[in-house]
Antibody, heavy 116, light 110 residues
């Protein structure tokens, strides 16, 4: 079974750094893109960017370029989403998803709360 | 950038047919994918490439795409179909390929 399992919920203060993860299993991790998608409370889905674990190629949405870093470690089949300095407005649910053209499957989501 | 427009809400009685639309400039030239998101859960793919149904998705779910509108049709609606539905395309006309989601439609089963 193809599965993406994300790291657990995080509570952070503004200005702190954060790294959340997404571990793939049941398929060849290096052969598919992994996307990160943000969903703010009560809002829709926003694509942040994607990484191709085979060669670490990354693509970012213009809205998120420079705000986050997306990476992958193919040796442990894990993709990452990283912030250097969190803001309260980063509070959201974050999903990873395997993709070529379509996003399938999705991870269970990681809730990030940023509050002083 | 490319914009996909979905009505915020659609309501339908059980057993009836729900038609959820996704509007975009010449969207018929794109492949449209649809995702279902139930409360507190991650999105799930229900229709890919305009009208293909993934394994495990009921035949009641179907899709079409032409002109400036793509449509997800749910026949014989059940209470369990109540969810948010998002359409998605790849915008290949920008400087680099960009993923675009519609704003989502909340389907309420009366």
């Amino acid at each position: 079974e193809v599965q993406l399992v994300q790291s657990g919920a995080e509570v952070k203060k503004p200005g702190e750094s954060l790294n959340i993860s997404c571990k793939g299993s049941g398929y060849s991790f290096t052969n598919y893109w992994i996307a990160w998608v943000r969903q703010m409370p009560g809002k829709g889905l926003e694509w942040m960017g994607s990484v191709y674990p085979g060669d670490s190629d990354t693509k970012y949405s213009p809205s998120f370029q420079g705000q986050v870093t997306i990476s992958a470690d193919k040796s442990i089949s894990t993709a990452y989403l990283q912030w250097v300095s969190l803001k309260a407005s980063d509070s959201a649910m974050y999903y990873c998803a395997r993709h070529e053209d379509i996003f399938d499957p999705w991870g269970q989501g990681t809730l990030v709360t940023v509050s002083s | 950038s490319y914009v996909l427009t979905q009505p915020p809400s659609v309501s339908v009685a059980p057993g009836q047919t729900a038609r959820l639309t996704c509007g975009g400039n010449n969207i018929g030239a794109n492949s449209v994918h649809w995702y279902q998101q139930k409360p507190g859960q991650a999105p799930v793919l229900v229709v890919s490439d305009n009208s293909d149904r993934p394994s495990g998705i009921p035949e009641r779910f179907s899709g079409s795409n032409s002109g400036h509108t793509a449509t997800l049709t749910i026949s014989r609606v059940e209470a369990g179909d109540e969810a948010d539905y998002y359409c998605q395309v790849w915008d290949t006309e920008s400087d680099h390929p960009d993923v675009v989601f519609g704003g989502g439609t909340k389907l309420t089963v009366l």
